[in-house]
């Protein structure tokens, strides 16, 4: 039986470690509070992963570390750089493979579907810290210190998955009341599914020549989000979307207030305009192939029903 360790017990980290753990992998989940799901395959860890020593021995003999971490939105800048340092670190000390969950972020606005041989041109905070983080890496896999990939995606979808959608549109659009998004409803956009991430991952990990590279995650859907809401309602058996967007005078208004919300305004470039992820390589080379909108829509209204 291998051993995995997984830092990071959000939606994919929790998807991934699950994953592993019905494969019949030791996964070793590794988060701050030592929160996870429960299963006996799983071994909940306390620990900061920003300590390299620690994790270092945390990840000793295992076969891969995967970082599914997530610093909250409006501290990446300080938080970010130390917490992957010690991930990378204990990578190196003990030869583990390391797969990272990123996003398109380091890309910068593009017009067109992404291919993974796009170059980094980041044009925001958010986008140089994902851009940097993913230059340390390779920079130390080139060297043969390390092994690494990437694994990207774009806006996240499921139930228990951190997102503006989830927030703003799920519970208004269920409940049969008016929903504002801060975004453009009729764009074309790739959402991608919390457990194709985790499943990404895993592929990419046992895949011989997935390292020194990234790979764009399959996507659920390319639809823009009043089609996608649409769908959650007649599946949901919930009255027609009342939806509306929130101007840029709007939500800058919001953010001087919530700090979470005014990050969203240097990535407004991803909600107004189209985002396509194209996925061709990752499909043809790891074998991995997007779950069907609508059991994530299935999924999503699940689980808001039963967090109301």
Known sequence: MSLS?????????????????EDGEQVRLVTRSGSGPRHPGIELVA????????????????????????????????????????????????????????????????????????????????????????????????????????????????????????????????AGTAAVYSGALDVDHSWTYVADAARTMIAAARHGDAWGTAWHIPSTSAAPLRVVTEQLAALAGAPAPQLSEMSAEELARIAEQNSVMAELVEMQYLSREPHLLDSTHTEAVLGVTATPLDVVLKETIDAARAAA
């Not at 997984?6 to 470690?17: C, D, M």
């Not at 990939?149 to 703003?168: D, I, K, M, P």
């Open 5 to 21: 360790v997984v830092v990071g017990a959000g939606s994919t980290g929790r998807a991934l470690a699950l994953l592993l753990a």
């Open 47 to 174: 620990a900061d992963a920003a300590d390299a020593d620690r994790l270092s021995r945390l990840t000793e003999g295992a076969a891969t570390l995967y970082n599914s971490a997530m610093p909250p939105y409006d501290r990446w800048p300080t938080d970010w750089p130390p917490l992957a340092a010690g991930m990378l670190s204990a990578a190196e000390r003990t030869g583990a493979g390391y797969v990272m969950l990123g996003n398109t972020y380091g890309y910068g606005p593009f017009t067109g579907p992404i291919t993974e041989d796009r170059p980094i041109a980041p044009t925001t905070v958010k986008g140089r810290v994902r851009a940097q983080l993913w230059a340390d890496a390779l920079e130390a896999h080139q060297a043969g210190r390390v092994r690494v990939t990437e694994v990207r995606g774009s806006t996240f979808l499921g139930g228990e998955a951190q997102s503006v959608f989830n927030f703003a549109v799920v519970p208004q659009v269920l």
